[in-house]
């Protein structure tokens, strides 16, 4: 079945550095890859998204490309703030009936430091 | 514009009592998910409503869990008989439409704990 896999955390990193957050998926067909993203205390909101092969979703500074090749949809930011810090969910869609079915990964928490 | 709304925000019950979760999803939406958070699970699936239909109840845990949806806008999650297991956070989120790449709004979740 479909599936998705990200790198555990949590990540502590210092403001400005450079932030990768690993992501592949397993899947018959052709998803929409997203990343969502969950501030302390607030709910999950999408951060970005790519609907196909080579597409790059960026939001926020942040950016991830969709890599058929390597089933892949890594989250990059070249300078990470405080204000970053937060859960970061890596999920794909599934169609299923004619919906879209998000399957997750586990999540990575984030926490950056001054 | 008013956002996915779910209530109640937490919800404390005994193990065997039966629990309503409530979602209202964004005006004008027609598609309407459940997922359920919890430490040892992470993000799970749960039944999906397009309209006032369940087409994929797929993710449902046991027949204790049953979900209803009423004029193609609120809907209702009942946990009967509950389970300690039954304890985590159940999301629901709502897109205009059911399409691969539309992006699904979530709700605060509710905090449900079975004591």
């Known amino acids: 079945g479909n599936s998705v896999t990200q790198m555990e955390g949590p990540v502590t990193l210092s403001e400005e550095a450079f932030l990768t957050i690993n992501c592949t998926y397993t899947?018959?067909?052709?998803?929409?890859l997203f990343w969502y993203v969950q501030y302390p205390g607030e709910g999950l909101q999408l951060l970005l998204k790519?609907?196909?092969?080579?597409d790059k979703g960026s939001n926020k500074g942040f950016e991830a490309t969709y890599r058929k090749e390597t089933t892949s949809f890594h989250l990059e930011k070249g300078s990470v703030q405080v204000s970053d810090s937060a859960v970061y969910f890596c999920?794909?869609?599934?169609?299923?009936?004619?919906?879209?079915?998000?399957?997750f990964g586990t999540g990575t928490q984030l926490k950056v430091e001054l | 514009g008013a956002g996915v709304s779910q209530s109640p925000s937490n919800k404390v019950t005994e193990k065997g009592k039966d629990v309503e979760l409530r979602c209202d999803p964004i005006?004008?939406?027609?598609?309407l998910y459940w997922y359920r958070q919890s430490l040892g699970q992470g993000l799970e699936f749960l039944i999906y409503?397009?309209?006032?239909?369940?087409?994929?109840k797929s993710g449902l845990p046991s027949d204790r869990f049953s979900a209803e949806r009423t004029g193609g806008s609120v809907s209702t999650l009942t946990i009967q008989r509950t389970q300690q297991e039954d304890s985590a956070v159940y999301l629901c989120?709502?897109?205009?439409?059911?399409?691969?790449?539309?992006?699904?709004?979530f709700g605060p979740g509710t905090r449900l704990t079975v004591l």
């Open positions: 989120a709502s897109s205009l439409e059911s399409r691969f790449d539309n992006e699904q709004f």
């Open positions: 899947a018959t067909g052709y998803p929409s």
């Open positions: 790519a609907t196909k092969a080579d």
């Open positions: 999920a794909q869609s599934g169609l299923t009936g004619g919906g879209n079915k998000l399957t």
């Open positions: 005006s004008g939406h027609t598609a």
């Open positions: 409503f397009q309209g006032n239909s369940a087409p994929d």
